[in-house]
């Protein structure tokens, strides 16, 4: 069965680096999403993607914060210049038009030193 | 401003048991609304969806009924089993296609 998957699984970086979270969305769809939660938390919206442009967006993602999509499979977050509260669990979400079942990947745990 | 709460935070129930999970949101004008299952460090595995015209979705042991007009969900899960242990978390979706998640129910089912 097709799932979302992301990369890498666990990232520790140092404050103020740039990351990037890497996602590939389930193939044929054409709606994608990124959400966090942090430790202890509820898993909270960042930003919303469609035809190749945000579609809507949280008050956490600022302009730190940019979303891509490089080519037809991969859909990235890039965080230009991490904080210590940027350290979370980042899930990738994705879907098809036709249906309104949101799927998740596993999710990539960022570290934040 | 959407909120979604559920409760209990934590339940403990003997294998075999029913159960109920509940989820209450402020805003009733929703597109849908969702239950996911969470396992510790995982993702999340979406279990049903309740369009907002909809009074409830079954599959399996499971079954979700939505009442909007209360701002209400419930979560049944049928003969609980040590597997169904996890954390159950529901989301709303709004008209813009974001989920808007509660806290989360941590199930715990002994054998």
């Known amino acids: 069965e097709p799932e979302v998957t992301q990369t890498p699984s666990h990232q520790v970086t140092q404050m103020g680096q740039e990351v990037i979270l890497r996602c590939v969305p389930i193939s044929n769809h054409l709606y994608f999403y990124w959400y966090r939660q942090i430790l202890g938390q509820k898993v909270e919206f960042l930003v919303s993607f469609y035809n190749n442009e945000i579609s809507e967006k949280s008050e956490i993602f600022d302009d730190q914060f940019s979303v891509e999509r490089p080519d037809g499979s991969n859909f990235t977050l890039k965080i230009r210049s991490t904080k210590l509260e940027d350290s979370a669990m980042y899930f990738c979400a994705s879907r098809v038009d036709s249906q309104e079942t949101q799927y998740f990947g596993p999710g990539t745990r960022l570290l934040v030193l | 401003k959407q909120e979604v709460t559920q409760i209990p935070a934590a339940l403990s129930v003997p294998e075999g048991e029913n159960l109920v999970l509940n989820c209450s949101f402020t805003?009733?004008?929703?597109?849908?609304l969702q239950w996911f299952r969470q396992d510790p460090g995982k993702g999340l595995t979406s279990l049903l969806l309740?369009?907002?015209?909809?009074r409830e979705q079954t599959s399996g042991r499971l079954n979700a009924s939505l009442d909007k007009s209360s701002g209400r969900s419930t979560l049944y899960i049928a003969a609980s089993q040590p597997g169904d242990s996890a954390t159950y978390l529901c989301a709303v979706r709004n008209q813009g296609g974001k989920l808007i998640f509660g806290q989360g129910t941590e199930l715990s089912v002994k054998p």
């Open positions: 309740i369009q907002s015209s909809q």
């Open positions: 805003d009733s004008a929703i597109y849908n």
